[in-house]
């Protein structure tokens, strides 16, 4: 089945800095890549996704890249702010329904210093 | 436009007893999948259900069981319940690609 790893498993930055996540996959035919905010004690949250037709996505100050060949995708926040203060999730999954399993990282803890 | 509501919201159970969680999809959604998160983990696939089958299943024993109703709420049911069943567990609504999770369950097994 599919594999997700995720890198660093901490990330400290002071605050206006930017902040990579990156994630790494394992199953070839994986096309849906979303990613995850989750606050202590939230659900987690859809930040933004991207579909492996598609090499780069923006969101205002959050951005996904996608390079198929290697099989990984990162996270890129700019500009970040205390409120950015949370664990992050990267996911993989097949196909372009709702109907497949979400195959997770193991999640990225960022603190933005003020 | 309610979001995915998942009822109780916590709960505490012994070990062996056996229980029971409740998720109400967002409008317009017809697919729920059931997630296990551990304390400091990714969450875990458990099922996925749709047209009221259990379509996919992740590593889980078969204490793990499941139902969806015809208005397209889903349960959750772990029998002979582990130590080791501690953790938020989470529903996820869907109908294209995204996947949109409920607040969870924080289930504890004393």
């Known amino acids: 089945g599919e594999n997700v790893e995720q890198h660093p498993s901490t990330l400290s930055v002071q605050e206006g800095d930017s902040a990579v996540i990156k994630c790494t996959y394992s199953?070839?035919?994986?096309?849906?890549f979303p990613w995850y905010k989750q606050e202590l004690g939230k659900r987690p949250q859809l930040i933004i996704d991207i579909r492996s037709n598609v090499g780069e996505k923006k969101d205002q100050r959050i951005a996904v890249t996608l390079n198929k060949t290697a099989k990984h995708f990162s996270l890129h926040i700019t500009e970040t702010q205390p409120e950015d203060s949370a664990v992050y999730f990267c996911a993989a999954k097949k196909g372009d329904t709702g109907r497949r399993a979400l195959t997770f990282g193991s999640g990225t803890r960022l603190q933005v210093q003020p | 436009d309610a979001g995915v509501t998942q009822s109780p919201t916590h709960l505490i159970k012994t070990r062996g007893q056996q229980v029971t969680l409740r998720c109400s999809p967002k409008s317009g959604h017809d697919t729920v999948s059931w997630y296990q998160q551990a304390l400091g983990q990714g969450p875990q696939f458990i099922f996925q259900y749709y047209e009221e089958e259990e379509r996919q299943r992740g590593n889980f024993p078969d204490r793990f069981s499941g139902h969806q109703f015809p208005n397209y709420s889903s349960e959750l049911n772990v029998n002979a319940l582990l130590l080791g069943d501690s953790a938020l567990y989470l529903c996820?609504?869907?109908?294209?690609?995204?996947?949109?999770f409920g607040p969870g369950t924080r289930l504890t097994v004393t």
């Open positions: 199953d070839s035919a994986s096309n849906y």
């Open positions: 996820a609504s869907s109908l294209s690609g995204e996947q949109y």
